[in-house]
């Protein structure tokens, strides 16, 4: 990365590493290099930062050195009262620093960093609720707690973890599940949580979820056009069962009568009341 002099660092961490043209940054040190402004739409440059803009704040933190590893390219700027510190975004990370993903995006040193004012007392030792890794004994910056239950303990890298594969439309505290006063904190106290619906609804793990059953399951199917064949109207209109849903049968294949619509599958019907399978004899 050219802002942060890093090669492997944790995606969760620095976010995805974006390259063209020779120019290779990491999203989270655009995002937090201080003075440096999306000018350009989304679909310009790296998330509407112009190329030429990040060339220029290159050369301008080229001699800036970190306060931390002491090498040059430092591009973060620490945000509080009179504070000269400057740090490269994964080494603060590391140090201990708070860098915002909403408002101005502001970042914060060690020192200068927003903590939690939460009363929360620990049963025994308490475990992170996500790991259940021992967690420290009083909220911190690696050990955060739910604000709205208080009983809630998660290591950083854990609830990081869950806001980038929940993201804004689903992330909540796991145990009690609020939502605003969760999120709320978890963004002042530098947790990203995307703007995106959840990674699983994204990926397509659930597509098969909301798949209609489209096939004939009668012991014959008499449709010439096989089980798959499915009409809107007609002999070869397909009826789904009332009860479970994930079996179906032809109109015709099932003796139906146009103007029925409802049936069940034999392992859902009552004998006594239902129309099961028929076997139809053309």
């Given amino acids: 990365c050219g802002l942060c002099r890093r090669r492997d660092c944790d995606p ?3 976010g995805e590493l974006c390259h063209q043209d020779g120019l290779c940054v990491h999203e989270n040190c655009l995002y937090h290099a201080s003075g440096l402004e999306q000018r350009g ?3 310009e440059g790296f998330y509407g930062f112009l190329f030429s803009d990040i060339q220029q704040k290159l050369k301008r ?3 800036k050195r970190c306060c931390i590893c002491r090498l040059p390219g430092a591009s973060v700027t620490c945000r509080g009262r009179r504070c000269p510190r400057t740090f490269h975004f994964p080494c603060g990370s590391e140090r201990g620093c708070v860098s915002q993903f909403f408002g101005e995006f502001k970042s914060f040193c060690w020192k200068h960093r927003p903590v939690q004012r939460v009363r929360a007392v620990q049963q025994d030792q308490t475990r992170c609720l996500i790991c259940q890794e021992a967690v420290a004994g009083r909220p911190c ?5 739910c604000p709205a239950c208080a009983s809630a303990w998660f290591h950083r890298r854990c609830i990081q973890g869950q806001a980038l594969r929940s993201a804004l439309h689903h992330f909540r505290c796991p145990l009690c599940q609020d939502m605003a006063t969760f999120q709320q904190e978890m963004f002042r106290l530098g947790i990203k949580i995307p703007d995106r619906d959840a990674a699983w609804e994204e990926d397509g793990t659930f597509d098969d979820h909301y798949l209609r059953h489209s096939s004939c399951n009668t012991p014959q199917c008499l449709c010439p056009a096989g089980r798959e064949q499915v009409e809107k109207k007609g002999p070869w209109r397909l009826l789904l069962c009332s009860s479970c849903g994930s079996r179906g049968t032809h109109q015709r294949c099932s003796a139906m009568a146009e103007e029925d619509d409802s049936w ?7 004998p006594c009341t239902s129309r099961g399978w028929s076997c139809v004899v053309l």
């Fill in 61 to 63: 933190v080229a001699r």
């Fill in 41 to 43: 739409a989304d679909d």
């Fill in 12 to 14: 969760d961490v620095v």
């Fill in 141 to 145: 910056y690696d050990t955060l707690v």
């Fill in 264 to 270: 069940e599958c034999s392992d859902c019907r009552d």
